[in-house]
């Protein structure tokens, strides 16, 4: 599976964003996907995760109520829609994607990772 991750861009707190990672394969539908962020400085954490069927999230208490994850599986594509963006939000987003059919929020827990795309948030 290949993964590539797009929307980058710079907001102001309190604005909006929409990622989108595009993969490739025929089993895209099979899979776990994740999104992960790496801020300045920091290591990668895990953002919110979505189930092959599309009907099971999970987030960070960070983003929860915030930021929406989702799936077309016709597209291949998984979003990740980022509201009452924060300064704190600002990070490299990626995405990633394992099979299996739980909630996996460890980075070591993926095999398929996105290049990233940059995330920033202006106060």
């Known amino acids: 599976v290949q993964l590539q991750a797009s929307g980058r861009g710079m907001v102001q707190a309190g604005g909006s964003l929409r990622l989108s990672c595009a993969a490739s394969?025929?089993?895209?539908?099979?899979?776990?996907m994740g999104w992960f962020r790496q801020a300045p400085g920091k290591g990668r954490e895990f953002v919110a995760t979505?189930?092959?069927?599309?009907?099971?999230?999970y987030y960070s208490d960070s983003v929860k109520g915030r930021f929406t994850i989702s799936r077309d599986n016709a597209k291949n594509t998984v979003y990740l829609q980022m509201n009452s963006l924060k300064p704190e939000d600002t990070a490299v987003y990626y995405c990633?994607?394992?099979?299996?059919?739980?909630?996996?929020?460890?980075?070591?827990?993926?095999?398929?990772w996105g290049q990233g795309t940059l995330v920033t948030v202006s106060s």
């Open positions: 990633a994607a394992r099979s299996g059919c739980g909630y996996y929020i460890k980075e070591k827990e993926y095999d398929y």
């Open positions: 979505i189930k092959w069927s599309g009907g099971n999230t």
């Open positions: 394969g025929r089993t895209f539908s099979q899979y776990v």
